[in-house]
């Protein structure tokens, strides 16, 4: 038996031996584990699913074990990747820390910094938000102008961010900040926020989808140690680019919280009705065949694209790429979910509309932002044509 395959079986057992069955199942919406100092589970057993995780450092499993990741290699993660598949066990930790800001924390940060925040993210001790968009640097997120400035033993921070995803929840913000105002790209710098220090405010903004993941965070004279600062002053465009690919990367992989090619197809049977084994409404059921088939070549492309990171590759232009298409068919998905459901997909709440109906039109309006999120699919299709088909700028 080779090292892999005996990694695989151990694996196995471990998984079956600590799994909770109740972590077994399939996610309502409430139950994703964030973690943070304020964190709620769902039930006794997700918090017990995140430590057992965490203790062999499996919410981070390529991570270096000196900051507490699992150590594994690229083979070995991808087979616990298999094996938690195999048994439909849930994320035990959803975190920007994991996603995010962990890579580059370990590209770019400190020794000290690297040993202060790996094993707290590892373990979902903190939970992290992140401080680039603001009101007038969407975008052209290099226009922001939230000042940090040199006050000696300290910085001075003020300024506003915008759409900042749970920041009213966060412990800690990675932000962006303008420390030369001389200078554009060049005057940004990458600095380390506590959301409770005097001066932070974060303020929900409530979405046509009701829901409030989104905030406007404000700094009014934050005073932040210097030692909060990761890499160099004036590098933070250079750890911005490089943070962005990753979360461009992971909000393609999750597909928006999708995954629900077989939901549609079940949805739709159900709702619409089968007859000779086969969905009653010819046009729709030609319509779900195609999102189905797109939703099985963007799993493959995303886990292509992901293999050649995990190797080295450097695959920039590549994410936003993805990023644009997963935007579309999560945009596609939810609008063929309320179109399968008929008059039951008009339903906002109240008697005549089951939770599963009420969802489906939230999910349908809130995937109207997939295309703004995480780099609009504008500014994507301009890094394709720059970047990708090597087109010019029209004089």
């Given at each position: 038996m080779s090292a892999l395959e005996t990694f695989r079986t151990e694996t196995r057992a471990w998984l079956e031996a600590n799994s909770p069955a109740s972590m077994r199942t399939p996610m309502a919406e409430g139950d994703i584990v964030w973690g943070g100092r304020k964190a709620k589970f769902p039930n006794a057993d997700a918090k017990l699913w995140l430590e057992r995780m965490a203790e062999r450092g499996w919410t981070a499993p390529t991570w270096p074990r000196d900051y507490g990741g699992g150590g594994l290699t690229r083979e070995e993660a991808q087979v616990l990747e298999q094996e938690l598949r195999r048994i439909h066990a849930r994320p035990a930790l959803s975190s920007f820390g994991v996603w995010m800001l962990g890579p580059v924390l370990l590209e770019y940060a400190s020794e000290e910094q690297k040993r202060e925040h790996l094993p707290k993210i590892v373990r979902g001790e903190i939970r992290w938000c992140q401080g680039y968009s603001e009101p007038g640097a969407g975008s052209d997120l290099a226009g922001l102008q939230t000042r940090c400035e040199d006050k000696g033993d300290h910085y001075l921070i003020n300024g506003q961010k915008v759409w900042t995803s749970y920041a009213n929840h966060a412990d800690m913000c990675f932000c962006l900040v303008r420390t030369d105002p001389t200078k554009k790209h060049e005057g940004i710098s990458f600095i380390l926020i506590d959301m409770t220090w005097p001066g932070v405010d974060a303020r929900p903004i409530q979405l046509i989808s009701g829901s409030s993941p989104f905030?406007?965070?404000?700094?009014?004279?934050?005073?932040?140690?210097?030692?909060?600062?990761?890499?160099?002053?004036?590098?933070?465009?250079?750890?911005?680019?490089?943070?962005?690919?990753?979360?461009?990367?992971?909000?393609?992989?999750?597909?928006?919280?999708?995954?629900?090619?077989?939901?549609?197809?079940?949805?739709?049977?159900?709702?619409?009705?089968?007859?000779?084994?086969?969905?009653?409404?010819?046009?729709?059921?030609?319509?779900?065949?195609?999102?189905?088939?797109?939703?099985?070549?963007?799993?493959?492309?995303?886990?292509?694209?992901?293999?050649?990171?995990?190797?080295?590759?450097?695959?920039?232009?590549?994410?936003?790429?993805?990023?644009?298409?997963?935007?579309?068919?999560?945009?596609?998905?939810?609008?063929?979910?309320?179109?399968?459901?008929?008059?039951?997909?008009?339903?906002?709440?109240?008697?005549?509309?089951?939770?599963?109906?009420?969802?489906?039109?939230?999910?349908?309006?809130?995937?109207?932002?997939?295309?703004?999120?995480?780099?609009?699919?504008?500014?994507?299709?301009?890094?394709?044509?720059?970047?990708?088909?090597?087109?010019?700028?029209?004089?």
């Open positions: 905030c406007e965070t404000f700094f009014t004279d934050v005073k932040a140690p210097k030692a909060n600062l990761v890499g160099r002053v004036g590098g933070g465009w250079e750890i911005a680019k490089r943070l962005l690919q990753y979360e461009r990367m992971n909000i393609s992989a999750s597909g928006f919280g999708g995954g629900a090619g077989p939901q549609l197809i079940d949805l739709a049977q159900r709702y619409v009705g089968v007859k000779d084994g086969r969905l009653v409404d010819a046009d729709l059921r030609a319509r779900i065949a195609r999102q189905s088939m797109y939703e099985r070549a963007f799993g493959l492309t995303v886990r292509r694209s992901t293999e050649q990171a995990k190797a080295g590759s450097d695959v920039g232009p590549a994410t936003s790429i993805i990023k644009y298409a997963a935007a579309k068919m999560n945009q596609n998905r939810t609008e063929l979910q309320v179109e399968a459901l008929g008059y039951q997909g008009l339903g906002w709440e109240g008697e005549g509309f089951t939770p599963e109906e009420t969802l489906a039109t939230r999910s349908f309006l809130r995937a109207k932002g997939n295309s703004i999120e995480g780099g609009t699919s504008e500014v994507n299709l301009n890094v394709v044509a720059k970047r990708v088909l090597g087109l010019r700028d029209h004089q």
